[in-house]
């Protein structure tokens, strides 16, 4: 059975940092496209982040957040700094075992999720 389990969220105020871990477990993910998506209250999911062999970032994180994984450990990650209210959500890790000319900037090309961890930044 393939868990994804987040951790590592928390309230942090404006222009700190967190670092987000994603553990897997019953699959070897060194292959996958491991992605980073976020859900704010009453908003829809988007995406932050996906780590192949190379990254790809949402504009609106570009420059702040840093994905990277640890093939060894199972583990991808994501360093928030530069936190600011509008990163305010729940952050989720995914996994897409699927490759080829798929979009990893959408959900719906990931096979398997995380249950999410809270991110508040305070003002």
């Given at each position: 059975q393939?868990?994804?389990?987040?951790?590592?969220?928390?309230l942090v105020q404006a222009g700190g940092s967190l670092r987000l871990?994603?553990?897997?477990?019953?699959r070897t993910f060194s292959t996958d496209f491991m992605g980073w998506f976020r859900q704010a209250p009453g908003k829809d999911r988007e995406f932050v982040a996906v780590i192949s062999v190379?990254?790809?970032y949402a504009g609106y994180v570009k420059g702040r957040f840093t994905i990277s994984r640890d093939n060894a450990k199972n583990t991808v990650y994501l360093q928030m700094n530069s936190l600011n209210p509008e990163d305010t959500a729940v952050y989720y890790c995914a996994a897409a075992t699927r490759t080829g000319s798929y979009d990893y900037t959408?959900?719906?090309?990931?096979d398997y999720w995380g249950q999410g961890t809270q991110v508040t930044v305070s003002s």
């Open positions: 393939v868990q994804l389990v987040e951790s590592g969220g928390g871990s994603c553990a897997v477990s019953g190379s990254t790809v959408r959900g719906y090309n990931y």
